[in-house]
């Protein structure tokens, strides 16, 4: 049982590229979302899907594009990185309530 | 969702119970108490729960105090990889819209010390 596996554990970017970040579930969860976190912030929710075919806009969206692909796959893209999408990111799926379960996290560098 | 007040960090030595306290003063009767804590470099992880009564489950104990206003989260018997920081977070069990829309503070630096 993997949990929830991201890819690619670190990515460096120039200014203007664009990645997709993948996330993957096997626990038949609903929900998934995507947070960034940077030194002394904290956690700031980026995109969320409650559910297959689902998609909303959480706290800092604007730069970024998410796909629920389907039950299992949320994929969060940056279609031109900046340098201040410098981060690193984690997925997330939900069993019930706040109870979350996170990836490892992608460390994202933009030159 | 009420605001939590936690110190910025503590010690504690390895193989003794660490008392994280978390200061919750405005807490409404339906917000819940979660716990998370975040290894370096890892994603945050789930500890416990809990809306009045006291919880526990095999990671740790959760304390809450008759009024609400706060709680404690005790690991009794710390080891070198409970390191970490620890967030206490208050949340309505809300609609599917709210759920999952964590806020995390800055939390308690917890450094566990041989």
């Known amino acids: 049982n993997a949990g929830v596996t991201q890819t690619p554990k670190f990515q460096v970017l120039k200014t203007g590229q664009s990645m997709t970040l993948q996330c993957a579930q096997d626990?038949?969860?609903?929900?998934m979302y995507w947070y960034r976190q940077d030194p002394g912030m904290g956690l700031r929710l980026i995109y969320y899907?409650?559910?297959?075919?689902?998609?909303d806009k959480g706290e800092v969206p604007n730069g970024y594009n998410v796909s629920r692909l389907n039950k299992r796959e949320f994929s969060l893209r940056l279609e031109s990185a900046a340098p201040s999408q410098t981060s690193v990111y984690f997925c997330?799926?939900?069993?019930?309530?706040?109870?979350?379960?996170f990836g490892s996290g992608t460390q994202l560098s933009v030159l | 969702d009420a605001k939590t007040t936690q110190p910025t960090s503590m010690d504690c030595a390895e193989g003794r119970a660490a008392n994280l306290p978390c200061n919750h003063s405005?807490?409404?009767?339906?917000?819940?108490v979660y716990w998370y804590r975040q290894i370096h470099s890892q994603g945050p992880q789930y500890i416990i729960h809990?809306?009045?009564n006291n919880e526990t489950n095999e990671m740790a104990s959760l304390i809450i105090t008759e009024d609400r206003k706060s709680s404690t989260l005790i690991l009794p018997h710390a080891t070198l990889r409970d390191t970490a920081v620890y967030y206490c977070i208050v949340r309505v069990y809300g609609t599917t819209d709210s759920w999952g829309k964590l806020q995390f503070g800055a939390g308690t630096q917890v450094v566990v010390t041989p």
């Open positions: 809990g809306l009045k």
């Open positions: 405005t807490i409404s009767g339906n917000e819940y």
């Open positions: 997330a799926s939900r069993e019930f309530g706040e109870k979350l379960f």
């Open positions: 626990m038949n969860h609903n929900s």
């Open positions: 899907s409650a559910s297959e075919g689902t998609t």
